[in-house]
């Protein structure tokens, strides 16, 4: 598994508990981190099971310069590309599986691909295709120059595509034509952390009190300041937890003169304060959400949840069997929604308990889905039918 960075979130949590679920059923596995600087060693810590082999890198300021200047004069050449294969080339093996989940990287793999077709290449996608592309259609310009380019041979040179919702099957289909069978939708499985790493709310927790909860990255597109809007016509009686850092959550912290509202900061297991919540919120003004990790967390821990209706999350919450949601979805177009009906139903849940222990239980089942035996078990399939020959399964 090779990944740019092991930062706090839901893709690189993903490729760590993959790695672990699969060392334990003893398949070979090694993460190659490109970026030692972008690693979470408070993160990184709770998996001593995952070989982690981390990139020497001494010119990593003088790269990213001349990257971005050479981006900025429309060449394709990046000194940090060049630096990455030649450091991967060292533990490519005939047949072995290389497997990504970032476009970046993606890309890098299936330029060492074209060159070396020996080994095979699987790509699970986590949101960031849709938005590139979206961006590249509106500026002319994504992450890359001549965006279309890449994603060409990344169509020809990749073996297999894992996708975690719908709106990126279609996104596959219909813009790249991808053939339906290189196209496999497997949810992200999830464990928790398990090392008790507990923050404690129970200084405001007690049966009068209403906790709302949220978790995200710091940045303004997760809707933290429509939450905030939302939560001030609510009564005394609710409190708000807001978990997460960067410099957007900073600013409204320190604009924030409400009591009631306790700003946390980043925690390695968010589970471990979910499980002192009411209610989790995720009003995310994000249009290519896909599988948010905070929900199936929430889900885990038997949570009600109101979230934007964007991406799989409406999915998400549902039981399948009995057709029930264990929460609320916000309706939107791609640029807002009625805060006053996130109000609305924070108000309804807050209200009625006997709702809020309906909804727990429909979580509970709705979680299923992202068992993360269930999600191993399809991907050590996939594997497998990427490295047996034709010949032998077409005997088998």
Known sequence: ???????????????????????????????????????????????????????????????????????SLRSDYSFSEQTYKTWIRKFMEPGCIIHTNYIKTDHLIAQLKRKAPEFHHLVTVHGDYSAQYDHYKKFGRGIWNRMVNKMRLLKAQVDQWVVVSEEQRTFFLAEW?????????IYNGFEPLGKGMRLSLRNVKDENLFIIGMVARGVKEKGWNALLKAFETLPDTARLILVGEGDYLTQLQQSNTNNR??????????????????????PTLFPFESLPSVIVEALYVGLPIIATRVGEIETMIQ????????????PYDGKSYDVALL?????????????????AVVAKRAFRKFNMGICIEKYRELYHRLSVPENVKSDL
């Open 343 to 359: 109000s609305k139903y924070l108000r309804q849940l807050m209200m009625d308990k006997s709702m809020r222990q309906e909804m």
């Open 261 to 282: 509202i306790t700003f946390t900061g980043f925690h390695p297991d968010p589970v471990s304060i979910m499980e002192q919540f009411d209610v989790l919120v995720l």
């Open 177 to 185: 034509q991808l053939p339906e069978q290189k196209i496999r939708k």
């Open 1 to 71: 598994m090779i990944t740019e960075n092991l930062m706090e979130g839901g893709t690189q949590l993903f490729i760590l508990r993959l790695a672990r679920g699969l060392i334990a059923q003893n398949v070979p596995v090694q993460v190659l981190l490109l970026e030692p600087s972008y690693e979470n060693k408070t993160i990184t810590s709770h998996f001593p099971e995952v070989t982690i082999i981390r990139r020497k890198n001494k010119t990593f300021k003088l790269s990213k310069k001349l990257d971005k200047l050479l981006f």
């Open 319 to 330: 039981d399948a069997p009995s057709g029930k949601f264990a929460g609320f979805t916000i």
